[in-house]
């Protein structure tokens, strides 16, 4: 069983829209990240909470607000996107220097 | 500052060929860990291994086999009697840091192998 789940699988969005990426775990890990992969690339790292407090912002553009309510859940809020910032984003779970766990990801589409 | 080279950006092998696939790394650091995810089509990635700098021990898991050899700064991962599902984008990792960075751990990827195995 997947023990990192991320919603929706896909999602299509205007650039004047608002949207959320939610990512759920159940592994106890205390530390949540956010990555953007393009296609043939490598994930690049956008985010990381650390206990629910945000601890890496890697230079992020403001139309993408992470949020951590609490040590399960992380959500990344997505607004005025443009055709760019259409990826895959990857949500992971882990505890400081052990193995991180990716979700399935969301693949986003900006129009 | 940490880098992984993946040199071989596509490879493709006839099913049950074995096949390896390289990875070096550069890190100032004397503790380290070094991890192989899987990357399927659906997109998920999928962790394999994790080696520490301070373990040198080679690894067998089923068909799959990694060589960690701090001198050459590599850790190669090979596939024994390759099947079609092993067919995917195979990232190499390297995270720096002794343990003491707790939420601020990176992980840097290499480019990625993609893996094609021809039934």
């Known amino acids: 069983d997947t023990e990192v789940t991320q919603t929706p699988k896909h999602l299509v969005m205007g650039m004047t829209n608002k949207k959320s990426l939610k990512c759920e775990q159940h592994m106890g890990h205390r530390a949540m990240y956010w990555y953007k992969q393009k296609a043939k690339k490598p994930p690049e790292l956008m985010f990381v909470?650390?206990?629910?407090?945000?601890?890496i912002n890697e230079s992020v553009p403001s139309r993408f607000s992470p949020e951590c309510p609490n040590s399960s859940l992380l959500n990344l809020h997505l607004h005025a996107l443009q055709p760019e910032d259409s990826a895959l984003y990857l949500c992971?779970?882990?505890?400081?220097?052990?193995?991180?766990?990716f979700g399935p990801g969301t693949r986003l589409l900006v129009l | 500052a940490q880098k992984v080279t993946q040199a071989q950006t596509e490879i493709s092998v006839v099913e049950k060929e074995d096949v390896t696939l390289d990875c070096v790394y550069e890190t100032r650091d004397t503790t380290y860990y070094l991890f192989w995810y899987k990357q399927p089509p659906s997109g998920e990635l999928v962790f394999l291994i994790r080696?520490?700098?301070?373990?040198?021990q080679n690894e067998i898991s089923g068909r799959y086999s990694w060589n960690f050899q701090k001198s050459t700064s590599s850790f190669n991962f090979t596939i024994t009697a390759s099947q079609v599902v092993d067919s995917a984008v195979y990232f190499c990792?390297?995270?720096?840091?002794?343990?003491?960075?707790?939420?601020?751990?990176?992980?840097?990827f290499g480019t990625g192998t993609r893996l094609t195995i021809i039934p």
């Open positions: 909470y650390s206990y629910e407090k945000l601890s």
């Open positions: 080696r520490n700098s301070f373990d040198e």
């Open positions: 992971a779970t882990g505890t400081g220097q052990e193995t991180q766990y």
């Open positions: 990792a390297l995270s720096e840091g002794g343990g003491y960075n707790f939420g601020n751990e990176k992980l840097t």
